[in-house]
């Protein structure tokens, strides 16, 4: 019996309009984490912090006023927006979400409702504006990352434990609306909010509030895109609402992790963001972990759109606003293989089939053209491959060579063999192309 909400899901089921649509056609995004944390580099006193370098202010060896009086050393000469764009572009991203404000809740625009800004450093200028203007003009979508939580506010309280917590963090909601609303009067190319730092009792106590603001943010750029992490319902339930149904156009629910099977989406539109090292956001001199090379980024790329879903990878610039080489060299044979293989990405979805020992199975929206991109080649060259029911191979070809028809064997219903060509020794995941046939047509020609 479902529950009455007057704060949970508005719709069931995906948006279906156009702005939607064209989020939904992405397959591949940038992270970008940038702000007074890139200046201590994981490190404090020649101590290294075993978190993730955005965290670094609740490290217990980093007193907070030294922390909070960063601002005054932040001055990126080499910051380049044009140059960051142009990375993207090569790297084959379709759209980028900028830290505006992290949790420490400096920000990088010059909000009129904080001294606690980019204005007040010695760069002074919108570093925000640069982002948008020049992402913008690369034609790249832009999405603006913001923390609720925000630590360096007086009025943040993680719970709501007295009439004075109630009171202060009152006008602690107010200076969130305020500074969203300045983002998107500013900065009206945004097509999208990406929400972190709600996961405190004081914001699930507030899911009237959030589904107010979420409508008011809406009523100033229609169409805007904002995830499953913004909104609570009057249950304090997140993500999902007392009923089940996603609050929100998407879930944000995959950080640093990727769904399994399509079953773990529950119909949702998706995207999983994801760090370059096993954890981090914002520059640290030391990498922690194993550092993802770029054919993981490429494969975790294949299996997020094979899914129907987004994969948006993490970049955190330096202080100075220049990236590390070993990200410059995954934009580049990231955006090398996306070059050649983009089709198998862009505007696809998932093709009704899981992953398969050889890769992952992408389907064309609105088209029947299914990519099969491998990454697993058996040692005896020929891949087996499953089918949706009642489907099996018409015509099966390289996306890098179209007159290159590979043999097709029927192994089963709906099963079949792909013979590689024999000289073919792949040395980098390739896409075969195959044109399907219905159940229906193969036994009319059989008959
Ligand atoms: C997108 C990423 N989300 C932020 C984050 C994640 N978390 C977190 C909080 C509780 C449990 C596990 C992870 N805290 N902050 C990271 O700092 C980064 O911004």
Excluded at 27 to 53: D, R, V
Excluded at 166 to 177: E, G, H, I, N
Excluded at 214 to 239: M, T
């Amino acid at each position: 019996q479902p529950v009455a909400l007057k704060h949970g899901a508005h719709r069931v089921g995906k948006r279906t309009d156009a702005d939607m649509a064209k989020w939904r056609s992405y397959g591949l995004g940038q992270f970008i984490h940038w702000g007074l944390y890139s200046i201590l580099e994981g490190k404090y006193n020649g101590k290294y912090y075993n978190g993730a370098a955005e965290w670094i202010r609740s490290w217990k060896e980093v007193p907070h006023a030294e922390y909070d009086s960063l601002y005054k050393q932040f001055n990126p000469e080499n910051f380049n927006p044009t140059q960051w764009a142009k990375m993207a572009k090569q790297m084959g991203v379709k759209y980028v979400t900028f830290t505006t404000k992290h949790h420490d809740g400096f920000c990088l625009w010059p909000s009129q409702y904080t001294q606690y800004t980019v204005a007040n450093s010695p760069y002074k200028k919108d570093i925000v504006k640069q982002v948008v203007d020049a992402y913008t003009k690369e034609g790249i979508d832009v999405y603006l990352y913001f923390s609720v939580m925000d630590w360096s506010h007086p009025d943040w309280r993680t719970d709501l434990k007295t009439k004075e917590d109630s009171v202060a963090f009152d006008r602690f909601k107010l200076f969130t609306k305020n500074q969203l609303t300045e983002l998107l009067k500013m900065y009206p190319q945004t097509k999208g909010l990406w929400f972190d730092g709600t996961w405190d009792t004081s914001w699930k106590k507030s899911g009237a509030f959030s589904d107010s603001l979420e409508q008011h943010l809406k009523s100033l750029i229609p169409g805007l895109i904002i995830g499953s992490r913004l909104r609570a319902d009057e249950f304090g339930n997140r993500h999902n609402d007392a009923n089940g149904v996603l609050m929100g156009d998407y879930e944000q629910g995959w950080e640093r992790k990727i769904p399994k099977t399509y079953a773990d989406v529950h119909g949702n539109d998706w995207d999983c963001v994801m760090t370059i090292p096993e954890n981090g956001w914002g520059y640290a001199e030391k990498w922690l972990g194993h550092w993802k090379t770029s054919y993981e980024c490429i494969e975790m790329t294949t299996q997020c759109v094979s899914l129907g879903g987004n994969f948006v990878l993490n970049f955190g610039p330096k202080a100075d606003g220049t990236f590390r080489p070993e990200e410059i060299t995954v934009a580049k044979e990231m955006g090398d293989w996306m070059k050649v293989n983009n089709a198998a990405i862009y505007d696809c979805e998932y093709a009704n089939c899981e992953k398969q020992d050889w890769g992952y199975f992408t389907k064309k929206q609105n088209d029947d053209k299914i990519y099969m991109v491998v990454f697993n080649v058996p040692i005896n060259g020929s891949l087996k491959v499953k089918l949706p029911k009642n489907t099996s191979i018409g015509k099966a070809s390289l996306l890098q060579a179209p007159s290159t028809v590979l043999s097709t064997e029927q192994l089963d219903y709906n099963a079949s063999y792909i013979q590689l060509p024999k000289g073919m020794k792949p040395t980098s995941p390739f896409v075969i192309v195959i044109d399907t046939k219905q159940q229906s047509q193969v036994e009319t020609e059989q008959k």
